[in-house]
């Protein structure tokens, strides 16, 4: 759903949320996209935060605990820079905007056919699929995890998807704010023991030609600063990361060791136009050594609730790490 911000870039949306993988005869890996729409939170959701989004629901939409406008629109909470007069709150009652509750719930959905979306692609519904060639999972931490990592290899990439944590948002319901792992965001949709699900994705990788393996990236665009902003503009500028991966793809991308993986070192990603000061783009690339150790006993307690069905591999990944992060 991104709209690149860099000359001569385009997205191509296959799917949002889903993917069903195969590998094809070439060894490679190829996804596609089972699904017939498009889903996600309504509240946030904006012609700044995501224009194809808003382009995409002109209509054949099915909406769910939004407010309703007087003249039988939908809204809710940031679609635009304040409430229109006359809504009904998601509850039916009229909103009252200086009462301390929302219009629309937190976790208010909206869902639209995939077709409608600007940037499908025209390969969408081929069952044949499209290759792979990056593997990018991305949580959401106010601090600690950088802007983007990459693995070393396919072992440390599926490391890095099974640590895969974020600061919960109301989506997840419960407590907002805690740090809550989601292995290879595949948390709520994994139909077996997620130790196993682990395991698979490493017999997996080990029967392959490693040359053929997708490379794994973590990303983290909600990194902010110690007066709570965030660093990274996020959105559409989110396609210099991805420059960068795919340079990393082809051979070309510059990085630099850190104990959690590869980062790009200065100057690697594009920044032009952004006015980033040099300090945040420091910061939001930074691995925190100190920091990372008070992640471990998280990561122990997280692997230990998986108890015999957690590969021997993922201990030892930890242990890497933690000597990694002690040199």
């Not at 509240?43 to 382009?55: C, I, K, M, V, W």
């Not at 795919?246 to 920044?271: F, W, Y």
């Amino acid at each position: 759903m991104m709209v690149p911000t860099l000359p001569g870039w385009k997205v191509e949306t296959l799917g949002d949320d889903i993917a069903w993988m195969h590998f094809g005869d070439d060894g490679r890996l190829y996804a596609i996209n089972p699904e017939n729409g498009i889903f996600g939170v309504a509240p946030g959701t904006s012609r700044g935060t995501n224009p194809n989004a808003l382009d995409t629901m002109w209509g054949n939409c099915i909406f769910t605990n939004v407010a309703a406008t007087a003249d039988g629109d939908v809204w809710w909470e940031n679609l635009t820079p304040s409430a229109p007069g006359g809504l009904t709150d998601w509850r039916g009652r009229p909103y009252a905007p200086g009462a301390g509750e929302p219009a629309a719930h937190p976790n208010a959905r909206f869902t639209a056919p995939a077709g409608q979306c600007p940037s499908i692609a025209p390969e969408w519904e081929d069952p044949a699929g499209v290759p792979i060639s990056a593997i990018v999972f991305g949580g959401r931490r106010a601090r600690n995890a950088p802007l983007v990592t990459a693995a070393r290899d396919w072992r440390h990439g599926v490391f890095l998807g099974s640590i895969l944590n974020s600061e919960t948002t109301a989506a997840a319901g419960g407590a907002v704010g805690r740090v809550r792992f989601d292995p290879f965001a595949m948390r709520p949709f994994c139909g077996y023991n997620m130790g196993d699900y682990m395991a698979h994705w490493l017999e997996m990788g080990a029967a392959r030609d490693p040359s053929r393996l997708p490379q794994i990236f973590w990303v983290n665009w909600f990194r902010r600063g110690d007066d709570g902003r965030f660093l990274w503009p996020g959105f559409g500028d989110n396609c210099r990361v991805l420059r960068w991966i795919v340079e990393r793809v082809e051979g070309r991308g510059e990085a630099v060791e850190t104990p959690l993986g590869l980062i790009p070192p200065p100057g690697a990603l594009d920044l032009s136009g952004l006015g980033i000061p040099p300090e945040d783009m420091a910061e939001i690339l930074s691995v925190d050594r100190q920091a990372w150790r008070g992640e471990l006993d998280l990561i122990r307690g997280h692997f230990a609730s998986f108890g015999e069905h957690l590969p021997a591999a993922l201990w030892e990944e930890l242990a890497a790490l933690e000597e990694r992060l002690e040199a």
